[in-house]
Structure formats: structure tokens, C-alpha cells
């Protein structure tokens, strides 16, 4: 069923939209949110651009057992099992990028982000963590080193769902 709007209908202007987006999951790259986003002047809103605590330099989990167990990240693929192993190679690359632009892996994943013309919204509980994520603000990428994390994503793909297979199949996508 699909509903179009005539006189008869109330429209509201939509300004933004906010979806999951971050080095981790670029599903709405091919998924048409984006591109339909800018071809409508709508603000494409980006939550979890850290990829749910992946993408910070003192990310201390060596193995998904490391999570505690009412940790949300044991029920998502992407952290469990051979994905955790072959995500991380996304936060080594990161690392090094970082190292050699002297910032913090937290700033030149929001820079990304913002590179890609999305505004980020990272969130955090503490304090100095909001310090470091406002600071990304001072993180220009070149061509060539949004070109070098564009290869390093397409490189390692993210693999692994969002989320769980019941709450996957809440969301469709």
C-alpha cells in the first residue's frame, strides 16, 4: 500500500535523517538512504561513528570473550567469533593513519565521517572522551587519505550483521 500525498494530507518537511554509519557499517551507501538524503537536501545524521567502541585507541577487548556478558556487542555478528578478528584489521590500518596525521583513532573516524559529508553524533559518558571527539573538528583529511581508509574498508568489509538475527529482522536491513 502506498500513500501519496495530496492537499488533502498534512506534509511535514523532513530536515534530517540518522542512521548508523562509520568505518564499521556502510550499509547505507548501497542501500539508497545517502544518495536519497542529498538528492532531497535532507541532513543524513550518522550515530555510532565509532562503531560501537571499535574505532578508539584504548579499545581493550582482545577476543569477544572479553565482553562482559550483558554487553550488547555479544549478541551483534560483528563482534563475535571470526568477524571480531577480521574487523579489527580495520582499527590496526586506522591506527597507523592516525599515528601519522598525530591524532587519535576516535578523531580521524569522525573525520572520515564528516569527509563523507554526514554529520557524526558519537556518544559518549565521559568527559575527556567529548573533548577528543569535539577536537576531531581540527582533523583535515587529504584526497589521498580518505582514498587510503576508503581502500582499507573496502579492503577488510566489515563482516558480520548489525545486529542479532531477531532484531535484524526488525530493522530489514
Not at 550515530?47 to 556487542?73: C, E, I, M, N, Q
Not at 569522525?110 to 571527539?133: C, H, M
Request: proline share 6%; glycine share 6%.
Amino acid at each position: 500500500m502506498s500513500i501519496i500525498a495530496d492537499e488533502s494530507w498534512p506534509v511535514a518537511k523532513i530536515d534530517a535523517v540518522q542512521a548508523e554509519y562509520s568505518a564499521f557499517e556502510t550499509l547505507h551507501e548501497t542501500s539508497g538512504l545517502i544518495d536519497t538524503a542529498r538528492e532531497l537536501g535532507v541532513a543524513f545524521v550518522a550515530f555510532s561513528p565509532l562503531g560501537h567502541g571499535w574505532l578508539v585507541d584504548d579499545f581493550p577487548f582482545k577476543t569477544p570473550d572479553d565482553f562482559a556478558p550483558d554487553d550488547f556487542r555479544r549478541t551483534v555478528p560483528k563482534f563475535q567469533g571470526e568477524n571480531f578478528y577480521k574487523n579489527k584489521a580495520i582499527v590496526v590500518e586506522m591506527k597507523k593513519l592516525a599515528a601519522r596525521k598525530g591524532c587519535t583513532l576516535s578523531q580521524i573516524a569522525i573525520a572520515w565521517v564528516v569527509s563523507q559529508g554526514l554529520i557524526p553524533i558519537p556518544g559518549t559518558t565521559k568527559p575527556q572522551r567529548l573533548e577528543e571527539n569535539w577536537a576531531s573538528r581540527y582533523v583535515e583529511l587529504t584526497e589521498e587519505e580518505k582514498q587510503e581508509i576508503r581502500t582499507v574498508i573496502d579492503a577488510a568489509k566489515p563482516t558480520g550483521n548489525r545486529y542479532a538475527p531477531a532484531y535484524q529482522a526488525m530493522v530489514g536491513h
